[in-house]
């Protein structure tokens, strides 16, 4: 028998001999009297050995034989064609979404399905039906699937271009999804939800992935996660213009995350993270500046939760550059249920927002971050206690302070220490405001640096302890309290 090298070197001579386009890639024809080649010596025999054996690359690159289904779209008509020597039906239809589900039903134990680079529109809902299933495109730019006009009618906050409930290890990748929004009915940019639509909707899934997508334009959020979703990950992806919130991992969400991802557009939160143990990591979030949000809040990231509900907990945000003039906070934890508990904000990047931090919480660690040109406050702490703010540099605009501790309530932010930051007031601002209310904060070993500033640091708390900090503009040593 022959072997499956000899297979396909003897099929991709008979394809560039005759210009086949494979999946949307032209295999060129080979001339074998043709002009010198522009790899090798210009014999024709070599370059069609050349030729050759760039296809075979190709098509083991490609590894169709590894599918349970290849779909494809040839003249508006989808097919789905089963893997060589498969017993599974073929499918074809008018639309992706009808023929990819019929495909779908056919793997009750999982199987992996590629979609060939093209446009697909006027798709309608697409529900997986079983655990363990692959849906792969051409590329995230090339195999585009657009929603019909209109789907939005009748659906709610919980509801999916694609629904992923009750699934597990479902992977979405290498394609681009369209929400269509300028065809959809939602036209009142607002908090209403009659009529509103995910990119992707996960429900109570574990382990599932989506990965080197793009979504884009979906009515509420591109990527909804709640219930017991646990272990999503969202890896190298690009988000941008989704009316809400590019991602939101919900109330029930366990170690759900975002990782080398871009995230641009949208109106009220580029990733808002709920429940606990969420992780953001090297990631680019820039512009939420839309107006077609529920609150058109415009925040990079926000920690979040609802009344009655456990406030967000354990929340890591790593190496994520955060930036866009007009963006009220870059990362922000809402004071709903006590506020955030235990996250971490490590070795970020946050450039031209009101507020760089804005933060209802205890027991943060909030180090090793850049913080620049911010207009109202880089590190704001409200009703905060315990936090650990260190090792940052915070540089702010005219009249803003570079660090403030406020209380609300009558609670006041008490027991924190900020250490080793270098700290950069506005002109004619503190570097530092201390709140009434706000007790017995530690600021050690800080450099600050004032611009025609009343003074270096503006404490109306009790208890402050000061100690070996300095005053970088006048080169002196800030006095230690006793």
Request: proline letters at 2%.
């Amino acid at each position: 028998m022959m072997t499956d090298l000899v297979k396909k070197y003897f099929l991709f001579v008979f394809l560039l001999f005759f210009g086949i386009t494979v999946n949307g890639h032209q295999l060129d024809a080979i001339d074998v009297v043709g002009s010198a080649s522009n790899r090798g010596d210009g014999e024709p025999s070599r370059s069609a050995f050349f030729k050759v054996n760039a296809g075979i690359e190709f098509l083991n690159t490609l590894r169709l034989g590894d599918y349970d289904y290849f779909i494809e779209q040839v003249d508006r008509h989808v097919y789905a064609r089963p893997s060589f020597n498969s017993i599974l039906p073929a499918f074809d239809g008018p639309v992706l979404s009808g023929v990819l589900t019929d495909a779908m039903r056919q793997l009750p134990g999982g199987g992996k399905i590629f979609i060939s680079e093209g446009l697909y529109e006027n798709v309608d809902t697409i529900r997986v039906p079983y655990s363990n299933i692959l849906i792969e495109g051409a590329g995230r730019y090339r195999t585009k699937i657009k929603m019909k006009d209109g789907m939005d009618i009748g659906k709610t906050i919980h509801y999916g271009f694609f629904q992923v409930r009750n699934i597990d290890h479902f992977v979405l990748k290498d394609l681009e999804l369209d929400g269509n929004g300028s065809g959809q009915t939602k036209i009142d940019d607002g908090t209403t939800v009659t009529a509103i639509c995910n990119g992707i909707h996960f429900y109570s899934s574990k382990n599932s992935r989506v990965e080197n997508c793009f979504i884009h334009d979906f009515t509420m959020f591109g990527v909804r996660a709640h219930g017991t979703t646990h272990y999503l990950k969202i890896d190298n992806c690009h988000f941008k213009d989704n009316y809400w919130n590019n991602v939101t991992f919900s109330l029930g969400t366990d170690y759900c995350e975002v990782n080398e991802t871009v995230l641009e557009g949208a109106s009220d939160v580029g990733i808002a993270l709920y429940a606990r143990n969420a992780t953001v990591s090297n990631c680019l979030i820039k512009y939420v500046t839309g107006s077609r949000g529920s609150g058109n809040t415009r925040v990079g990231i926000s920690f979040e939760s609802h009344v009655g509900y456990p406030g967000p907990r354990y929340h890591k945000v790593y190496n994520t550059v955060i930036k866009g003039n007009g963006m009220i906070a870059g990362i922000m934890s809402n004071k709903m249920e006590g506020g955030s508990t235990g996250c971490i904000i490590d070795g970020c990047y946050i450039d031209s927002c009101h507020y760089g931090i804005s933060n209802y919480g205890d027991s943060m660690k909030i180090v090793n971050n850049t913080i620049l040109n911010t207009s109202l406050v880089g590190v704001y702490v409200n009703k905060g206690d315990y936090n650990y703010i260190a090792n940052n540099e915070i540089q702010a605009r005219v009249n803003a302070y570079a660090l403030w501790f406020w209380y609300d309530d009558g609670d006041g932010s008490t027991y924190n220490t900020v250490s080793n930051n270098k700290l950069r007031g506005g002109r004619y601002a503190y570097p530092i405001r201390i709140g009434p209310g706000c007790n017995y904060n530690r600021i050690l070993n800080n450099l600050l640096y004032v611009q025609d500033a009343p003074g270096i640091i503006q404490d109306d708390g009790t208890g402050t302890v000061l100690s070996n900090n300095f005053d970088g503009t006048n080169s002196r040593r800030i006095p230690d309290t006793r």
